[in-house]
């Protein structure tokens, strides 16, 4: 667990009582080509998943934080110094000024009591001994919290302020991140993922009123807690390159502009750092999708108000594709990004010649540790033969304004199911590569993660 430490933290835990729900996650699927079928999500809005005991706030395992002091070069957030809601022994406050504006760096990261009882479940299940110690580890890594639902803002503040007590235990700043994925018409190239929420239905408003200005007040109650927020994950890239397939309508293309610019504009607040899902390279790795995204993210930030809160964008998320790689196996389709380093490299410089050169990136490696391990860039669900891959840590390196690499996608929540007669599911999930015994977006899927620890590189 390199540049990370382990601190026990059972107020944070009891402070954070789950409700049972799972946390949805999206699958980016790829471009096929440069302007063909963009990707397509997995993310689930919640749900019990069977073998899923929730979170009852009665586990006390270590967790892990980012105490790497190094920083970015640029940032939105502005000195804050207290000690915020909550008993605190530590004199002066916290001061939680991100090193260089990087807010991933100079504190520890959340570890979600959530997860952790998810991988008690399987640790619970497991015999071999040594396996169960690298769960073990996998217990102190800390993965973002979906709020997939509207339902699942009901979780939030209880999220937080475990994040917060740990926070005044420890003296140094402490970093939750979370995921808002809950659009109308969501994840409109998929299946699986399809949200609650309908544009015709007044889901735009219900976005709001009862999602977003929730998150948001819950938020601005805390400003003395530095919080990651990643923005929607699927929805703007699908504008880029599946306008005119399946959902994604000219009535989506504006609900996605309008709700994400309110979004941006209504989480902005100096403790609240965003990054925008920006897909991945087998994606918008293209010249002709690279410009079409970056273009739109520009359209859709500058309606916002041009936030200070925008920190840049977020890459890979609960995809497979590796950090840099010399082949694989599908056909790279003259895709010049032959990896996440690449894609970051070349697509900060598409934003640049939009006017957003000042942003920064963070990469989801939970999940990309191997390569080689399916026939197509575009397969997404629940790919066989994945690993976890780098852990969490800011400033990694390796590419042009990275501020971490980071688990979004919480390793073993599945990206949906493989039973065709379920009403959710998606012709990926039924692919060559993807995992048969697969149950719903979202719910914990036991032999999926026993593969993903025992592939993991680094390992466990």
Partial sequence: MSKWFAVLFAASIAACSGAGENPGDEGGGGASGPGGPGGTGAGDPGGTGAGDPGSSGAVTPAGSGGGNPAGGTTGAGTPTTSTG?????CTGGVDITPP???PLAGGTLYVDPEYIAKVQSSIDKTTDAALIEKMKKVQEIPTAFWLDRIA????????????????NQLCTPVVPMIVVYDLPNRDCFAEASNGELRVENGGEAR????????????LAARPTLRTVAIIEPDSLPNLATNLGQKDCTPETDRAYRENVAYALKKLDMP????????????????????????KIFQEVITAAGNPKGVRGFATNVSNYTQLRYSSESYD????????????????????????LG?????IDTSRNGRGNIRADWGYWCNNIGAGMGERPRANPGGAPRLDAFVWIKPPGDSDGTADKSAERY???CGYENADQGAPEAGHWFHDYFVECVKNANPPL
């Fill in 85 to 89: 809601t909550g008993s605190s022994t």
């Fill in 100 to 102: 260089g504006g990087n």
């Fill in 152 to 167: 699942a803002v009901d979780r939030l503040e209880g999220y937080l302020d475990g994040a917060l007590a740990l926070q």
């Fill in 207 to 218: 976005y709001r009123a009862e999602f977003i200005d929730r998150i948001a007040a819950i």
């Fill in 271 to 294: 403790h609240v750092y965003q990054y925008i899902d920006a897909a991945h390279s087998g994606w918008l790795g293209w010249e002709d999708n690279q410009k079409k995204g970056a």
């Fill in 332 to 355: 790279q389709q003259n895709n010049p990004c032959f990896g996440e380093y690449d894609y970051v490299e070349q697509f900060g410089a598409a934003l640049a010649a939009e006017g």
């Fill in 358 to 362: 000042d942003k920064t990136f963070v």
């Fill in 426 to 428: 998606d012709l990926f």
